[in-house]
């Protein structure tokens, strides 16, 4: 019998309009009381492993039409270019490398206290609703993005930004 990450915290719900429990469901690494995602250093070692779970994720959650919880996440280099017909939630993850999103269509996505490390690439991304508040960028390109609703309160721009 695995052991569940014990990572947990709030995040605001864009669905039921509530700040709302969020308790990881993936099981702690051997190592660890943490998942593979939640674990501050795991994802030095293995960015492999980390995109390869985090892309199962979005191949099961799109078509079954799951709301996507990376909650708190640690993550290296990703690169995400689909359309996501539901709720994503990016809340306090952190992207320790370059986080790539050309050209890929959301719903509705949550980046709220996130930090972005290296370079945030949402080039021709399309944005229906889109929630950046109290996000930090490093450097974030920003270009040809079409942006319905969009909240960028108290974000925080430390590199160049492009729009």
Not at 13 to 31: F, G, M, Q, R
Not at 39 to 50: A, C, E, H, L
Request: glycine share 4%.
């Amino acid at each position: 019998m695995s052991n569940r990450c014990i990572f947990s915290t709030s995040y605001y719900n864009y669905t039921t309009w509530l700040k709302i429990p969020y308790v990881c469901d993936e099981d702690a690494l051997s190592s660890s009381s943490y998942c593979l995602f939640h674990d501050q250093s795991y994802w030095k070692d293995n960015p492999d492993r980390i995109n390869e779970r985090l892309t199962q994720k979005i191949e099961v959650g799109i078509p079954n039409n799951e709301v996507l919880l990376c909650v708190g996440y640690n993550l290296p280099s990703i690169k995400i270019t689909k359309m996501i017909n539901k709720e994503v939630y990016f809340n306090f993850a952190k992207f320790y490398d370059q986080a790539y999103f050309k050209g890929t269509t959301f719903d509705l996505v949550s980046f709220e206290g996130a930090r972005f490390e290296g370079s945030a690439v949402f080039q021709d991304v399309t944005f229906r609703k889109a929630d950046f508040k109290h996000a930090i960028f490093n450097e974030a390109n920003f270009q040809g993005t079409v942006f319905g609703e969009r909240d960028f309160a108290e974000c925080q721009f430390l590199g160049n930004v492009l729009f």
